[in-house]
Each structure stands twice: as structure tokens, then as C-alpha cells.
């Protein structure tokens, strides 16, 4: 506060509050501020500082002081309207509109003090000459809050009628306002058309797109448009999650995340702004904030959550039950004070029904990472009618209905006829199949219980299923890695049941089971061969004869006995497996495609699905990237609902990433978001769920959508580990998370994402990476302002470059130091010799290639660094300096202008554009020397280059209209003379 001593101190240390965040701190300082400029005695100071008092209370949780300021500001005007300079007049009656909005979102003050001041605002506006066009725009913020819809229809007509003038709101802040009345009267579709310039970019502010964003959220949902409604979160809720004064729009992604089956993010939110439940500066965005924190807890109520710990307003915990009441209550109460200061029922009515809103989406993945839905949440079904408890026959039935045509939940049948039989009198055949279906259960510990289901078939007359029992014994134990044991243990089985198909004493069914049994133990033994890549021939040939001899069996019988035909599909899969095991993997591939279509024929798509998967990955490498993707595509289409999540997940990624490696990077990226949201709901959103955001962030970003991309990527980094994903991966995220930053404007992050990559890729062999990294960062750093850190970071890279051998980053990395070195304390003489050096290294390098197309590279590089030294020379001087130093620099600079022409000019055609882009700085800079016949020479030379070239290309079109400006110029000088 000392070094406030004159007017000018006063204005850098307002500048400086402006740019601080949003909130109490900001406000304190410009209060303090203020009381500084009192000391000036200069009227003005004190106007400008009660102008930024009022404006950072404007913009924080304190919107309730902004009145004082505004109240002594305009005493003054009244008083000495000469103290006032033209842009504090022009902000005195801009902020007339503040005072309207600001008054209505304080229900203490009455309507009829809102009337009056409207209505002084339409004098003062019409004393000044502006049009009513803004305050028309406050009349129909008047009318719409209170209710009255035919004033408020009156007033839209009249103020979109009215001519825009500086008092008018910016374009953008109109169309979010005029968007909202169009969903206020129930039409979605309008208000989102009309937004549709501020979501594109057309037109933007410090508040928009962030306010549309979040209001088209809703809509957008109401509509089915649920994937912009995603994008439109992930991106807005960035913009709004650091400024304090825009809890309304913060409401609006709360509300999202409760209509859209997110309502563990949406009490993420809540966590993060603890303040927004208590702030009491604006009641009417309080009321917004309250209402859709009851629609939240309501809904975690509806899910049996209403216990569940949550965030809520400080000095006690709170359960979802308890706070969906409390804010219910301080909606309601706060909607009275508004409609008891209207007096119209219009705001608790819409309090009422925007708590009272139902889920628009059952749950819409969004791809950040965030907890699931606890587990022990019932699903909210309507509740089933009650189905008629079946007796035991039925229930007997069913199973075998199941079994028989190997449909899911088959052994959840038998489990259930198991319930319903204990104390019964079963039959031998009844009890076996139920012990039969209860081993399958047990896995190893259901080994005993096979034998004795063997046991009870042969006790019910079927000896052969009775082999095939024991069988199925033998494959478990095989599963248990005791194979050899398993092995013995079907020999007998094996024997038994060949002897009694020959006897005609067992059908088909019962020999495959048991061939089919003994296979999959042979399998089992090709699996866990310990030989690595000279797998045991003997084995192998074992297991395909055992394969083989299934296939020979069923061959001809399946008809529409499901089981064989499932024996058959199954084969064709053990062959496959086999012909990996050997190499082979085209065959492989044909085969994994032959049994999967057989499962399909067969009516069981959902067994297909691994083989679709194993025939997907077998293609990829093979490089057949169509039939990976066909075969992904298809397994995710066979799996249906049967697919449980982390199959699911996998399939959805792999896709992904088949898409991404086609170009295909949109299609890719919903694909990835699936991967993402089944890794949730699977439990693996650390693992899996962290490299499914991972690859979604980069398709994201590969689609230029920077917000999206961004807040994936930044929501993958916790859980991303070198241990479980790779330290490439981590890299690779927090690269492009710098990438997407950057884009952004958001360069001191991007260049600290930049260098944690770098510090990682440092201890890496290969230094490629570590060097490009260093080199970015370098380029965050410098945007920033930072330039002593850009300076160090660009000599970094430029080490790491020269180390490389790789002259076109070092000379780049120096190029960039010399424009750093002109901005900061070292001058030109520093600018200067790095470009120097830049021009030496690239000379040196081409003394040395051999290479043609290295050559014409390193060529190319030497042109850009002469017109680039040129440029920079050009712009050493300042305009006010004396004639003989703009000279001078000027003559310096179209030296290395005219270097940079002779050097592309080298480069031929492939040149043309550089070269005449060269020449056209060349011709400037020889207007600015007053020597309009060789600018003009410079301009006909490039009108000439141009002949006959194609009229479409915009280059083409930029470079003819620029020489030919340059050429009139010129051509007006000498007439002049």
C-alpha cells in the first residue's frame, strides 16, 4: 500500500486487483483502494476506484455492496459531472444496468424502488442520448421475474426492436438472456438456435459461453441431445468452476449431474464450493443454488442413499436426507421473500418445480473420472407384478429349458430348483442333475460333487452321462493346474463311454460330453506348457487328435440339438488356439471366425464373443486392422446384455483404440467414453478406467475439443501410475493435457503439465521426447510472461537438440531466445547474436549434409531465420526514436529480408510462397525506407511469380492483393511527386 503515491500507482495496482480471482480477498483490496485514492485529492481517482469497487462487487458472492458505491458515484455525477472523463461516463450509466439486476436478486428491497429506478434509468438514458434498447432489456427482467408475461412479451418486442448502442448488453450476454426466455416459455429448441453464435465462438465475453453453456445443459437433455449436453458440461463447467460470482451457473451443472444419473459427481461439485451454501450476498442465486442441491439429495434419497454422508453447510455433517430437507426449507423460505416482494406466487412456483424434476437419463457416461453409484443402491424399477410361486415341477423344467439349450443363468435355475427341493422326494435322475449343476457352481470345491452326481445317473439307469459327470470333474481338476492328475482321471471316463456308444447303450450328447471333457484337459496342457515358443509337439498333436475326434463325432448329428452344435463352434475355437500355439495366425484367424459364426447359427451369439475378441487381436497384429474392427464390432453386438462390464470395458477400449489408429478419432472417442464408464461400473476406473480416459482425452483433443479434452485428461492423471500403466502413458497424458492448455490460453498450466513430462522423459534413452517437451514448455512459458524461465527452458531444449544432432530445434530453440532476449533485459545486441548463431548453425549443417531432401529442409530453415531476424530487427526500434536509428534498423533489416528472398528463391517452386511472402516484407520495408521503385519492383516481381496460378487458392488470392496494394501505394507516392 505504500507505493500508492500518485494517480498512476493507483491505476497499475486496480489493474492488478482485476486480474486477481474472483471473491472476499478481491473486494478487500479494492475497499482498501479506494481509501487510498481518497488521499490523492484527485476527483478522478476516487471515481475510478469506487467504478472498480463496484465492479468486483458486481462480480463476487458480495453483489449486496455494490449499492453504496454506485449511490456515491452517481451523487457525484449529479454534483460535478465535470470530474467525470468520458469512459467514467460511459461506465456511470453502463452500470445503471447492474444496479437493475442487482436489485431484483434482493427481495428486501421493494418492487416499487425497482419501478422508480427503471424508471430513472429511462430518464437518464434518454438525457444522454442512448437508446432504450437497454432499458427495455431491464423492464423484461423485471416482468419475467415477477411473473407478468404480458409485459414481459411487450418488453422482449420492444427492446430487441430498439437500436443497439454501447449502453446495449454485448451480443453474446443478449442471446443468453433471450435464449432463456425461450425456455422460460417451454421452447428448447428456439432458445439453443439462438445460443447457437455464442456456443460456436461467433460471439464471447468474460461471462459467455460460460452462462450458455450451463443453461443449455437442461434443454439439451429434454431434447435427447445427450451427447452435446456432455460436451457442453465438460466444457463449461471449467469456465464457471473458478469464478465465484457464478453460482447460478454452477447450480446449472449440479441440476445436469441429477437429471443425468451422475449424482456422485454432482456432490463432487457440492464439495468444491462449500462457501456457495451459505453465501448470502445474492439471495436469487442462492435460491438457484438450494434449490437443485434439494433435486440432488432427493435423488440420492430415491437411490436408498439417503444416509450417505455428503457436503454440505459448515459447522455439523450432514446425511442426503437430512440436507434434501434443510434445503428445502431455505429454497422455500427464500422463494416467500421474493414472491411476498413481488407479489406474485411466480418464483417459489418455479422453485417448486425445479426441485420437484425427475432424471432425464438413466446415466450418461461422461468420461471424467468420479465415483460410482455405491453398490448397495437398489435399482429403481417399477416394482414387477408377483409372479405366481412355480412348484418344483415347473421350476424342474425351466432348468432343464435352460440347460438343454445352454441359455444364460442356467445354474442360477438349477440353484433355485436345489431351494425348492430340499425335504423333497426327487427321483435318482432329478437329484443327479441338481448335483450335477451345483458342482458347475462350486468350481474346485465342487470336484466330490460331481462323483456323486455320476453316482445318482448311474443309479437312475444313464451310465453314460454318468462318465460324462466324472469327466467334468476331471476338466475342473485340470483347471486347477493339475493336469496330469486330470488326465488320469478321464481315462476312465474316456474308455467307459466309447465302449457303450459302440454297445449303442449311450447316445451322442453324453460320448461328446465326455470327448469334449478330455480335449479341454489336452488344451489345458498346451496352455501351461512351460516350452515358450517350441511348444511340445507331442502335445500338441495329442490335443489336436482329441479335438478332431470330437468334431468327427458330432459331424452330422448337431441338427438342432444346441449342445452338439455348441461342441462343433467350440472345436473350430480349439483349433484356432492351437494354430496360435504353432504360429499359424491366418489360420487362426479363419478359425476363431468359424466357430463364432457357428455359436451364432447355433442361437448362442453371446459364446462368440470371446472369439470375435481373440480374432480381433490376432488381426491387428497381423495388420488387418478392417477385420479387428469387424470382429470388435461384432463382439460387442453378440455380447448384448449378457456382457458383464469389465468384458464390456475391454471390448469398447480395444475398438476405440482400432478407430483411433484408422483416423477415425469422433467414432473413437464414444467408444472410449463406454470403455471409461463400464471400468467404473466394473470397480476398475483405477486401472482399466484411467487408460480408457487416457486414450479418450487424446481422441478428444485430436478433434480439437481442448475444454473436453482437457478436463478427461485431468481427471485420468491421479490414477495413471507408471507401475500399472507405463511411464509413457503418464507422459503422454500430461503432454497433451499442456497441449490442450495451451490452446486454451491457459499457458502457466500447460507450461507446468509441459515440464513435469519433461522431468519424466529425462531419464529416458532416447532424449526426442525430453527435447520437444523442453522446447514447449518453453513456448508456455514465454506466452505467460515468464521470460527469464522461457529463456532457460528454450536454452534446455536447445542442448537437448544440439546433443541429438537435430539443427532445425536448435536453431528454433535459438531463434526463440533471441525474440525473448529483444522483449527482455538483454537487448537487441543478445537478440542479435542468437540469430546470429541461428544463421551460423544452419550454414554448418549444410556444409556438411549430403542428403537432397536434408539439404532442401536445412535450406528452407535458413530462409525462415533471415526473414525472421529481419522481422525482428524491423521491430527493435521504437516509433518515436530518432530518424538515423529507424534507419539504420531498417536498413539491417531488409538486408536479412532480402537474404531470406535469395535463399528460398534457391528452394524453386516448392518455394513460392515463402519467397514472395519474403519479398513483400522486403517491399514494406523499402516504402519505409522511401524507395518506391524498388518496392514496387519488389510487387511486380510477386504479381509475376503468380502468373497464372490457380484464382481458388486463398494464399494465391492474400499475396496478389497485398502486392497490389503495395504497388498503388507506391505508384500514388511517385504521382505525389
Excluded at 254 to 281: I, M, Q, W
Excluded at 875 to 883: F, H, L, P, T
Aim: proline fraction near 4%; charged fraction near 25%; hydrophobic fraction near 45%.
Amino acid at each position: 500500500m505504500a507505493g500508492i503515491t500518485d494517480f498512476d500507482a493507483l491505476r497499475r495496482a486496480m489493474a492488478e486487483n482485476s486480474e486477481e480471482p474472483e471473491g472476499p480477498a478481491r473486494n478487500a483490496r479494492a475497499e482498501q483502494l479506494l481509501a487510498e485514492a481518497e488521499k490523492l485529492d484527485v476527483p478522478l481517482a476516487v471515481i475510478e476506484a469506487l467504478g472498480h469497487q463496484l465492479k468486483v462487487y458486481n462480480y463476487s458472492s458480495e453483489k449486496d455492496k455494490m449499492f453504496v458505491p454506485f449511490a456515491r458515484l452517481l451523487r457525484m455525477w449529479d454534483e460535478r459531472p465535470e470530474d467525470f472523463d468520458e469512459y467514467e461516463v460511459h461506465s456511470l450509466h453502463w452500470v445503471f444496468k447492474w444496479m437493475s439486476s442487482g436489485m431484483l436478486g434482493q427481495p428486501h428491497i421493494p418492487l416499487a424502488s425497482i419501478e422508480k429506478w427503471l424508471a430513472e434509468m429511462e430518464h437518464r438514458y434518454r438525457l444522454a442520448g442512448h437508446s432504450e434498447r437497454a432499458v427495455r432489456s431491464a423492464e423484461f427482467s423485471v416482468a419475467s421475474h415477477v411473473g407478468d408475461l404480458a409485459r414481459a412479451e411487450r418488453a422482449y418486442t420492444a427492446w430487441l426492436a430498439a437500436d443497439r448502442d454501447t449502453m446495449a448488453d454485448c451480443h453474446a450476454c443478449e442471446l443468453h438472456s433471450q435464449g432463456e426466455w425461450q425456455v422460460e416459455r417451454g421452447r428448447d429448441a428456439e432458445a439453443l438456435d439462438l445460443w447457437g453464435p455464442v456456443l460456436e465462438g461467433e460471439f464471447t465475453c468474460a461471462h459467455e459461453p460460460h452462462t450458455v453453456l450451463a443453461s443449455s445443459l437442461a434443454p439439451l437433455l429434454r431434447l435427447g441431445r445427450a451427447d452435446e449436453a456432455r460436451a457442453h458440461h465438460l466444457r463449461g463447467f471449467r469456465l464457471v468452476r473458478s469464478m465465484e460470482s457464478m453460482r447460478a451457473a454452477y447450480a446449472d451443472h449440479v441440476e445436469f449431474c441429477a437429471l443425468s444419473g451422475n449424482e456422485a459427481r454432482g456432490l463432487e461439485l457440492l464439495a468444491e464450493r462449500p462457501a456457495y451454501f451459505t453465501d448470502s450476498g445474492n439471495p436469487r442465486s442462492g435460491l438457484e443454488f438450494l434449490s437443485v442441491v434439494t433435486l440432488l439429495m432427493d435423488r440420492l434419497t430415491e437411490l436408498g442413499l439417503g444416509d450417505q454422508r455428503v457436503p454440505g453447510p459448515a459447522g455439523r455433517p450432514w446425511t442426503a436426507r437430512e440436507l434434501a430437507a434443510h434445503a428445502r426449507v431455505e429454497t422455500l423460505a427464500l422463494a416467500a421473500r421474493f414472491d411476498e416482494r413481488n407479489g406474485t406466487t411466480h418464483v417459489g412456483d418455479g422453485a417448486r418445480a425445479r426441485m420437484d424434476q425427475r432424471p432425464l437419463v438413466e446415466r450418461l457416461p461422461l468420461g471424467v473420472r468420479s465415483a460410482g453409484r455405491p453398490a448397495t443402491a437398489p435399482v429403481t424399477v417399477p416394482a414387477p407384478e408377483p409372479a405366481p410361486e412355480k412348484d418344483l415341477a415347473a421350476l424342474l423344467a425351466e432348468a432343464r429349458r435352460l440347460s438343454d439349450t445352454l441359455q444364460p443363468h442356467a445354474v442360477e435355475a438349477w440353484l433355485a430348483v436345489a431351494r425348492a427341493a430340499e425335504g423333497a422326494e426327487l427321483s435318482a435322475l432329478d437329484r443327479a442333475e441338481i448335483a450335477d449343476h451345483q458342482a458347475m457352481d462350486q468350481g474346485p470345491e465342487g470336484i466330490a460333487l460331481f462323483e456323486r452326481a455320476a453316482e445318482l445317473y448311474a443309479e437312475a439307469g444313464d451310465p453314460g452321462e454318468a462318465w460324462a459327470a466324472r469327466a467334468r470333474g476331471a476338466y475342473v481338476r485340470a483347471l486347477t493346474g493339475e493336469v496330469d492328475e486330470a488326465l488320469t482321471a478321464i481315462a476312465g471316463p474316456y474308455d467307459g463311454v466309447l465302449a457303450l456308444y459302440a454297445e449303442g447303450a449311450t447316445g451322442v450328447r453324453q460320448t461328446a460330453g465326455v470327448l469334449m471333457s478330455r480335449a479341454r484337459v489336452l488344451m489345458r496342457g498346451v496352455h501351461e506348457d512351460p516350452s515358450g515358443d517350441s511348444p511340445d509337439a507331442e502335445l500338441l498333436d495329442a490335443a489336436e487328435a482329441a479335438v478332431r475326434e470330437v468334431l468327427a463325432l458330432v459331424d452330422g448329428h448337431t441338427g438342432d440339438d444346441v449342445r452338439l452344435a455348441a461342441r462343433a463352434a467350440e472345436g473350430q475355437a480349439m483349433l484356432a488356439e492351437l494354430a496360435v500355439r504353432t504360429g499359424d495366425l491366418e489360420t487362426a484367424v479363419r478359425l476363431f471366425a468359424k466357430a463364432s459364426a457357428a455359436f451364432v447359427e447355433a442361437g448362442l451369439p453371446w459364446f462368440a464373443v470371446e472369439y470375435e475378441a481373440r480374432s480381433a487381436g490376432l488381426a491387428h497384429h497381423l495388420g488387418d486392422i478392417a477385420e479387428a474392427e469387424r470382429a470388435l464390432r461384432a463382439a460387442l453386438e453378440h455380447g448384448g446384455p449378457y456382457l458383464e462390464a469389465p468384458g464390456r470395458a475391454q471390448l469398447h477400449l480395444q475398438l476405440a483404440e482400432v478407430l483411433g489408429g484408422r483416423g477415425r478419432s469422433q467414432e473413437a472417442a464414444e467408444h472410449a467414453l463406454e470403455a471409461a464408464h463400464w471400468s467404473d461400473e466394473a470397480g476398475e476406473g483405477p486401472t482399466l478406467g484411467a487408460w480408457a480416459r487416457h486414450q479418450l482425452g487424446g481422441f478428444l483433443l485430436r478433434q480439437g475439443r481442448w475444454a473436453e479434452a482437457a478436463e478427461v485428461l485431468e481427471s485420468a492423471l491421479p490414477d495413471l501410475s507408471a507401475e500399472t500403466h507405463g511411464d509413457g502413458a503418464v507422459v503422454q497424458t500430461k503432454w497433451w493435457l499442456g497441449d490442450c492448455l495451451s490452446e486454451l490460453g491457459e499457458h502457466r498450466a500447460a507450461a507446468e503439465r509441459r515440464l513435469q513430462a519433461a522431468e519424466i522423459a529425462r531419464h529416458w534413452p532416447e532424449q526426442h521426447d525430453h527435447a520437444t517437451l523442453a522446447h514447449l514448455a518453453a513456448e508456455s512459458l514465454g506466452h505467460a510472461g515468464l521470460h527469464t524461465e522461457a529463456d532457460q527452458a528454450y536454452t534446455r531444449a536447445g542442448d537437448l537438440w544440439r546433443s541429438l544432432g537435430n539443427v532445425h530445434g536448435l536453431v528454433r530453440s535459438l531463434r526463440a531466445r533471441a525474440w525473448l532476449a529483444l522483449r527482455a533485459d538483454q537487448g537487441l545486441d543478445s537478440a542479435r547474436e542468437l540469430m546470429s548463431a541461428a544463421i551460423e548453425e544452419c550454414e554448418a549443417a549444410l556444409l556438411v549434409t549430403d542428403d537432397e531432401e536434408a539439404r532442401q529442409r536445412l535450406t528452407g530453415e535458413l530462409g525462415h531465420t533471415h526473414r525472421q531476424f529481419g522481422e525482428l530487427l524491423a521491430r527493435s526500434v521504437a516509433e518515436e526514436a530518432e530518424d538515423t536509428a529507424i534507419q539504420g534498423a531498417f536498413e539491417d533489416a531488409l538486408a536479412q529480408t532480402a537474404e531470406a528472398v535469395a535463399v528460398f528463391a534457391a528452394l524453386g517452386d516448392g518455394a513460392v510462397h515463402t519467397r514472395t511472402a519474403a519479398e513483400l516484407a522486403a517491399g514494406w520495408l523499402e516504402a519505409d525506407l522511401s524507395r518506391p521503385a524498388d518496392a514496387a519492383a519488389r510487387a511486380r516481381g510477386v504479381l509475376k511469380a503468380y502468373e497464372g496460378a490457380d484464382d481458388g487458392d486463398e494464399t494465391v488470392q492474400a499475396r496478389r492483393a497485398e502486392a497490389e496494394q503495395l504497388l498503388q501505394l507506391m505508384e500514388e507516392q511517385n504521382d505525389d511527386k
